[in-house]
Nanobody, 122 residues
């Protein structure tokens, strides 16, 4: 079955950096788009970044709020997706989730990791 396991969260001061990792298993990694979402207290979960599958040339896109500061990447030899976060701001504080999906015919199933807490102090 599909499993996503995040790591790398923590407490950092504003302006600092963190790198999140998401180890994936249970599917052919290179064939899937991989995403990072985040959810701050009292707010909706939002898409932070996506790195697409081999069929899309592993292209990446970012939320406007993190462009120029965050970089998503993937290592298909390790079945792992990363989120490098630089110049962190207090508003980046959230639980960060790794996500992928599978579509069988008309049915799409989303898969989520357990989340990792990122706290940026001012």
């Amino acid at each position: 079955q599909v499993q996503l396991v995040e790591s790398g969260g923590g407490l950092v001061p504003a302006g600092g950096s963190l790198r999140l990792s998401c180890a994936a298993s249970g599917f052919i990694f290179r064939l899937n788009d991989m995403r990072w979402y985040r959810q701050a207290p009292g707010k909706q979960r939002e898409l932070v970044a996506v790195v697409r599958s081999v069929s899309s040339g592993y292209s990446a896109n970012y939320a406007d709020s993190v462009k120029g500061r965050f970089t998503i990447s993937r290592d298909n030899t390790k079945n792992t997706v990363y989120l490098q976060m630089n110049s962190l701001k207090p508003e980046d504080t959230a639980v960060y989730y790794c996500n992928t999906d599978r579509t069988d015919g008309l049915r799409r199933t989303d898969y989520w990791g357990q989340g990792t807490q990122v706290t940026v102090s001012s």
